[in-house]
């Protein structure tokens, strides 16, 4: 049985080693997490446990296996078997009754992703946000990536537009203009994360910017 460690560092649980949850769990493993990962093929679970003694073969995801794995003691749990509707919402429904402080699903539809938030777990469309970060990086040659954190909030990451060269923050007035706010500046080798008011915009800085989907569109078209 899995037991929670004493360490500050949370545990992440990963159930479903798929493309997405395989990833996802060498991802945090070579990242040094400490991980739980539960699958019902040996061969994808064997490859884990040179990560990690926590790595299971169940042929099923009842309450009781789960409970009986451990896995209720991880901070963080993320379901990576989308595909399969029923095992999906059964799982999320028994991690959520276990306690399990974190549930994370994935799903296929939004419909699939409306059941998941009513039993408590957050949800995550991996196909679709990967969809639109490609579009965002079609769309606009100066994007580089885009991320969608919620329907208000995106995050852009973009190269500086012409018009802002030699410019300060302050006389740019991104958020006036676009409604969006500077998080970081990548200027050469140097990762600028608290920008000042006076910051003067170089050829070639790298902007990190949130927002709305509209605001971050028009600051990428700006010419």
């Known amino acids: 049985m899995f037991g929670k460690n004493k360490k500050d560092k949370d545990i992440y649980g990963i159930i479903g080693l798929g493309r997405f949850g395989h990833a996802l769990a060498l991802e945090l493993a070579q990242a040094g997490a400490d991980i739980m990962v539960i699958d019902r093929d040996e061969e994808k679970v064997r490859e884990f446990r040179e990560y990690t003694e926590s790595a299971f073969v169940t042929k099923s995801l009842d309450k009781k296996t789960l409970s009986e794995s451990g896995i209720q003691n991880c901070d963080v749990v993320v379901i990576c078997i989308g595909e399969h509707l029923d095992t999906s919402i059964l799982t999320t429904l028994n991690l959520v009754s276990l306690g399990v402080p974190h549930v994370i699903a994935k799903a296929t539809s939004s419909e699939h992703g409306e059941i998941l938030e009513k039993l408590g777990a957050e ?53 006036a203009r676009f409604g969006v706010n500077i998080i970081a500046v990548e200027s050469g080798q140097n990762i600028i994360e608290t920008v000042m008011p006076d910051y003067i915009f170089k050829p070639d800085d790298i902007l990190f910017v949130s927002g709305n989907k509209q605001g971050l569109t028009r600051l990428s078209e700006w010419e």
Do not use: F, T
């Open 123 to 175: 949800v995550v469309y991996p196909e679709r946000d990967i969809a639109l970060r490609l579009a965002h990086r079609l769309e606009a040659s100066r994007v580089l990536d885009y991320i969608q954190l919620s329907e208000k909030l995106n995050i852009s990451k973009l190269i500086a537009p012409d018009r802002i060269i030699g410019k300060s923050v302050l006389e740019a007035n991104l958020r």
